[in-house]
C-alpha cells in the first residue's frame, strides 16, 4: 500500500486581479520564500517554501471556467510512487481525475504527478520530486 511523506503543497487559486497581491501577501507579510516560479500572463505561477519541506502554489486566476466555492484548489501530498498509488485510490473507488503523467514544472524541475477526488468532493495530488 501507498504511503504519503507529508504535505508537499497546498495550493491556492486567485483571481488574475489578486495573483500578485496574494504572492506579495504570502512573501513581504507571512515571510515565505521564492522557491521557483513558472508560466507566464494568465498561466504563471510559483511555489513559496512555508519554512518546512511544505510549500505554497500560488496558481494565475481560474482557467478552466468551472466555478469554485473558494480559492482553495488542491492539497498535494509529497509520495515516493505516483502510478502504483494512484491504481490502489482507484481500486478503493475514488475517481481519478488526471492520470499519472511526467513533466516539466521549470527546466530543471521534473515532477511526476496525478490528481484525485477525496471522499468530501476535496481535489487531491500525489507529487513526486524526479531529480
Known amino acids: 500500500m501507498g504511503k504519503i511523506n507529508g504535505v508537499h503543497h497546498i495550493?491556492?487559486?486567485p483571481t488574475s486581479e489578486l495573483y500578485e497581491k496574494t504572492v506579495?501577501?504570502?512573501t513581504e507579510i507571512l515571510g515565505c520564500t521564492f522557491v521557483r516560479g513558472w508560466g507566464e500572463g494568465d498561466s504563471a505561477a510559483c511555489m513559496l517554501s512555508c519554512g518546512d519541506n511544505?510549500?505554497?502554489?500560488?496558481?494565475h486566476g481560474k482557467t478552466d471556467g468551472t466555478p469554485k466555492d473558494s480559492n482553495f484548489e488542491h492539497v498535494a501530498f509529497w509520495v515516493d510512487e505516483v502510478d502504483n498509488f494512484i491504481e490502489e485510490i482507484r481500486a478503493a473507488g475514488y475517481?481519478?481525475?488526471?492520470?499519472p503523467?511526467?513533466?516539466?514544472?521549470?527546466?530543471?524541475y521534473p515532477v511526476r504527478i496525478a490528481f484525485f477526488i477525496?471522499?468530501?468532493?476535496?481535489?487531491?495530488?500525489?507529487?513526486?520530486?524526479?531529480?
Do not use: H, W
Open 24 to 26: 506579495k501577501f504570502y
Open 118 to 131: 477525496g471522499p468530501c468532493g476535496e481535489t487531491i495530488e500525489l507529487f513526486k520530486e524526479l531529480k
Open 54 to 59: 511544505t510549500c505554497m502554489e500560488i496558481l
Open 95 to 99: 475517481q481519478v481525475t488526471i492520470e
Open 11 to 13: 495550493a491556492l487559486r
Open 101 to 108: 503523467k511526467s513533466l516539466n514544472l521549470t527546466p530543471d
